[in-house]
Nanobody
Framework: QVQVVESGGGLVQPGGSQTLSCRVS????????MGWYRQASGKQRDLVAI???????DYADSVKGRFAISRDYGPNTVLLQMNSLKPEDTGVYYC??????????????WGQGTQVTVSS
């Protein structure tokens, strides 16, 4: 089995910073692309940032220059550093990981989500 566990959400004031962390564990042979997605209330889940195994990154236009994604291969962790937060960044943030599992296939795994609320 594979577990994807996020942490670090909460309430933050506009202009503030917050870091989200996601750790992947379990029966994993290899991890491919990892990323963060955001779902605002009543809206679809959208990509925020992704990072490839080689370290290449891509961001949604709305967060470029403010957010930074990174990964630590040792503990299979991906981080999302969020700066200059805006109220429109509010939503549930989900961690996604592409994993080559013990079933000898690539699989998509999601975390349970962590709420980020940007408000004064």
């Amino acid at each position: 089995q594979v577990q994807v566990v996020e942490s670090g959400g909460g309430l933050v004031q506009p202009g503030g910073s917050q870091t989200l962390s996601c750790r992947v564990s379990g029966m994993i042979f290899s991890i491919g692309t990892m990323g963060w997605y955001r779902q605002a209330s009543g809206k679809q889940r959208d990509l925020v940032a992704i990072i490839t195994p080689g370290g290449s990154t891509d961001y949604a236009d709305s967060v470029k220059g403010r957010f930074a994604i990174s990964r630590d291969y040792g503990p299979n962790t991906v981080l999302l550093q969020m700066n200059s937060l805006k109220p429109e960044d509010t939503g549930v943030y989900y961690c996604h990981s592409r994993i080559y599992s013990s079933m000898s296939r690539w699989e998509d795994h999601w975390g349970q989500g962590t709420q980020v609320t940007v408000s004064s």
